[in-house]
Every structure is written in C-alpha cells, then in structure tokens.
DNA sequence: CCACTTGATGTCAGTGACTGGCACTACTTA
DNA sequence: TAAGTAGTGCCAGTCACTGACATCAAGTGG
C-alpha cells in the first residue's frame, strides 16, 4: 500500500514519539510503534536500527549546517569565534524547531537510555566540528580541544535556553562564550612559568 | 559455594574483559561470560545490570576522588585553576592503573556500545564536579559552564596522553588548560559591546 | 499488453539480553 | 540448635533485533 517509504517512516517517528511520551519509553514496545503507524514490526527496523534511534533523524542536517557554517565563516576569526558564529547560525534551526524538538527533548531527558544516546551523536558532531575547523587550517591539537570546548559551551547555553525560552538561543549563546572567556581570561597561566 | 560474592563479581569482570578482547563485545554471550567466571548467567545480572557495565567499576572511587579534590583545594583558585588541580590529583590514579586501564580502554574504543556507556558516566561525573563547585560557592552558571569546558579540557589531555604515554598525563594537563587560556583569551569578547 | 525489475513490505523462525519467582545452600546470629 | 540472611541455581517468560523468503505495487522495455 505505501509507496515510498517516507511516509511510513514518518508514522513511525509520530508513533514513536506519541507512545513515548503517553507510556515512557521503557513502556512502550516496537511492537506497538509498528502498529499505531499501521505497518509490520519488521518495518521499523527496517527504517531506523533501534528502539532509540527514531527519535534522532535530524543529525545529519545539523551536521551538514554546522560543518557548512564553520567552512563559510569570516577569515581572520580565532577559532571559537568560528565556533560561535557556527553555532549562532545553527541555533535558528533549533530555534525555529523549538515546537517539534521541545517534547523530544523532555522524552530525552527523563530516559537515560535515550541520553546516552544523546551524548553519543554530540560526540559525533564535535569529532565533525573539529574536522571542520581543521580543513580551516587550525592546528590539530586546538582544533580539537576548541571544539570539545566550544561544544561544551553550545551545550551549556542551549540548556540554559531550554529553562529560560525567554531571552532566545542566541543571548545565551553570547553570554555563556563571554562566561567561558572570563572563566579563562582570571586564570593564571597553568602553574608554570613560560 | 562461593561465600562471599565479591570473588564471583571479580571474576565475571576479569572474564568478561578476557572474552570482548578475544571475540569483542558483540559477539559475546552473557552466558559465556558466566560460564567461564564458573557461574550462572542469572548471577552475572545480580552483579551488573546489564552487559555493559561490567566494565565500568571503578566510577564511584573516580567521582570520590574528585569531588574531594575539588572540595579540599585551596582557596582563592578561580574555576578552572580547582579543576587543574583536581584532575592532577585525579590523574594520579588513571596514570598508575594504566595496565588495568589500557586494556579496558582499548575495547572501548573500538564498541559503540560501550563507547555510549562510557559517554554517560563522563557526563554523570561533569555533574558531580559541577555540584563539587556549587557547594565551593561558585556561582550556579560558572559552576556548570566551568564544568563542563574543564572536563572537555581533562577528556582531551586524556586522549594525547593515550597516544603518546610519553610526557605523562601532568603535562599533556598543563599544556591543554594553557591552550584553552589562549583559545579564549585571543578570542575577542563576545560580538557586542560591553 | 506482457514479462521483468525494483523497492517496500509482510511473515516466520530464531538468538540473546534481561526479569520475576521459587527453591537450595552456606554462613551468621540469637 | 533454630531462625535468619545473602548468594546462588534453575525455570519460564518478555522483548529487542536479525536473517531468510514470499508478496505486492509501480515503473520499464518490448
């Protein structure tokens, strides 16, 4: 009956994400995903690998935006200024999808195995943003160390954001790389001389 | 017949790591990690909740160790300079168990299962140093922010040390909070005027 | 209009992680 | 010696996930 697969991969994520949050996660068998979205269990693992990983399709559109924002952003900027412009851009995304994203961020965030999951693709994007900022031409060991940082710091506001929707992604972007530069700025230089 | 518990728990640790190095992790049975511990496999999963967290034993001395360091040092270091000396000291124990770690290490590097895991208890343990600098006064937003750049710090020193041994983790520590004083001191505050 | 191919699905059988329940045994304590 | 407790073995069952094979709709070329 379905004809492109794209549709029944979407009545999965609709399903998936509508039994999450009426029974949790835990709760909810792939059994059930299949059939609220009218297609065989079969047919889910068919489009996603796990239970988890219907709720995480996105990833690489945000990959994409943010290697894209890296490589295009102004010459001349330090690296985590890259990062900040970078994730500036990335932000509206986020910003803009804040109603499809707020209850999958709430199904995330009270079941650990869906963290971990979690944890798993932001690691993946900051291994992606360090490359990125390498083919910019920026030294492996900072390249690396600014990104995991800088993702850091992206995280940090992004929470932040989620508590206080208020202000917007971008004020507390601003402020948590100001925080991050005041943080560094008043430490001494290692505890050596140099 | 075994009395104590504690013997069976090592064993199923000690065979379970023998068995994911000789086959890996995915084609490792919890039955046969049982089998060879000389157990039954109902009692590998009263010792461990699942067949990941076999390897991961030594979390709750490691977040010991570092809330007691962060708390015990010594007053008047901003953030991050409490964060350097904590790791140091932390390090310490990482440095001399490189034998037992290195092994363990390895394994899950190469499991995406266990590199999940593994991700979740870094993130439980940036939790716990954030709330070991609450309770030093520092205030709730540098506190989380401070945290999370610092392990991104200490996780990076971590990986340059796991590929060159040679210096010692102490150095690759030093050298990477001085690269992020410099990241972020170069970096021009933020993109308004203050 | 008839093969023929192709992509998505349904069906079925099977493996393995994990759980609840119950009985047994060794060691401890009154 | 009796009662308790902790650690274990055993058994049945659920559920995530996989491989193999059949089916079915749509498009393609003859």
Same mark, same amino acid.
């Given at each position: 009956?379905? !004809? ?31 059939? !609220? ?22 990833? &690489? ?16 900027? /330090? ?12 932000? /509206?995304?986020?910003?803009?999808? /804040? ?13 650990? &195995? ?79 001389? /140099?």
């Amino acid at each position: 009956m379905p !004809r492109s697969g794209a549709e029944a991969r979407r009545r999965l994520q609709q399903a998936a994400l509508e039994l999450y949050r009426e029974r949790g996660f835990d709760r909810t068998t792939t059994a059930e995903i299949a059939a !609220r979205a009218g297609v065989n269990e079969r047919t889910f693992f068919r489009h996603f690998p796990d239970k988890r990983e219907v709720l995480f399709d996105g990833e &690489a559109d945000l990959r994409a935006a943010l290697m894209r924002e890296v490589a295009e952003a102004p010459d001349g900027l /330090r690296p985590l200024e890259v990062l900040l412009h970078a994730f500036r851009k990335a932000g /509206r995304i986020l910003e803009e999808n /804040r109603p499809f994203s707020e209850p999958r961020l709430a199904i995330i965030a009270v079941t650990p &195995a869906l963290r971990e999951r979690d944890l798993a693709k932001a690691a993946s994007l900051t291994e992606a943003v360090a490359e990125a900022l390498r083919q910019r031409g920026v030294a492996d060991r900072l390249a690396d160390l600014a990104a995991q940082t800088g993702w850091a710091t992206f995280h940090h506001a992004a929470g932040a954001w989620i508590d206080d929707p208020e202000q917007g992604l971008e004020a507390h972007l601003l402020r948590a790389f100001d925080d991050l530069h005041d943080l560094s700025t008043a430490m001494t230089p290692g505890g050596r001389g /140099r």
